[in-house]
């Protein structure tokens, strides 16, 4: 069945008064055009339009014998429907199975992650108090050359939000997160919100007191990919560089 006597199937019985003659003829079989107008509340014309609807799409076929008009269902374009919806759901079946992969292997996948540590020259009480500081956070958070820090803000409480705007060339990237462990001197932990993020992400600090300075430990939790973890890596490590020429 081509596209067009397809529509013709859908659009004839999309209407309640031609599926209820239609349900009709299939229960009691040829039926009189009169005795199938009997039947309904409205006149003999108006079932009789009906009909030829039904004809048109190959539904019902007319009879005649003599003045008597028989009407016979006849479901055999149905059939193109019936394979119609099939299909509909096969391939709704195949785009649910690979919803279903793409999830489980969401899943199963290990959550992407950096470390990178310093021995940072300083007291820890300075190095720790500088990742609270919205002034000496400008001077330290740089992950590159040439990109250089504004507005930086800080409320340096759990739950307080942090923001700066990293300048990058004509570029503006703003970040910023959210401290959600504030432990003196040892441990800060914040969300990490940037262009570059994605919804949970989690930069932990560990701060140690080692050989006259403090041994910073940094671990970064939740990447889109390798390659933004790689490079936030890279990024890190500079920042760490810089937080120690900031503390120094």
């Known amino acids: 069945m081509d596209e067009y006597n397809l529509s013709e199937t859908l659009k004839a019985s999309s209407d309640a008064t031609r599926r209820s003659i239609l349900t009709t003829l299939v229960q009691q079989g040829p039926t009189r055009v009169t005795e199938l107008a009997g039947r309904y509340d409205i ?3 108006s079932v009789s339009k009906h009909i030829k609807v039904l004809e048109a799409a190959g539904l019902v076929t007319r009879k005649t014998l003599g003045r008597v008009h028989l009407i016979e269902a006849n479901l055999a374009p149905l059939g193109a429907v ?10 709704w079946a195949l785009q649910l199975e690979a919803l ?14 950096l470390n990178v540590s310093r021995q940072i020259n300083a007291p820890i009480e300075a190095v720790f108090n500088a990742w609270l ?42 970040h910023g997160g959210e401290y959600k462990v504030i432990k003196p001197h040892s441990t800060i932990v914040f969300s990490w919100d940037s262009p570059f993020s994605v919804d949970g ?27 933004t973890r790689d490079n936030h890596k890279g990024g890190w490590s500079k920042v760490l560089e810089s937080l120690e020429k900031a503390v120094s």
């Open 43 to 45: 006149s003999l014309n």
């Open 82 to 91: 019936e394979d119609w919806f099939s299909n509909l759901k096969s391939i």
């Open 100 to 113: 279903d992969d793409i999830l489980t292997k969401e899943a199963h996948m290990p959550e992407l992650s």
């Open 133 to 174: 500081s919205p002034e000496i956070m400008a001077r330290f958070m740089t992950p590159g050359e040439g990109i250089t820090v504004e507005d930086a803000k800080a409320d340096p409480v759990e739950g307080g939000v942090f923001s700066l705007n990293m300048i990058a060339g004509e570029n503006k990237l703003p």
């Open 201 to 227: 992400t989690l930069v932990t600090l560990n701060f140690t007191a080692q050989d006259g300075g403090t041994l910073v430990a940094l671990n970064h939790v939740k990447f889109a990919d390798e390659k």
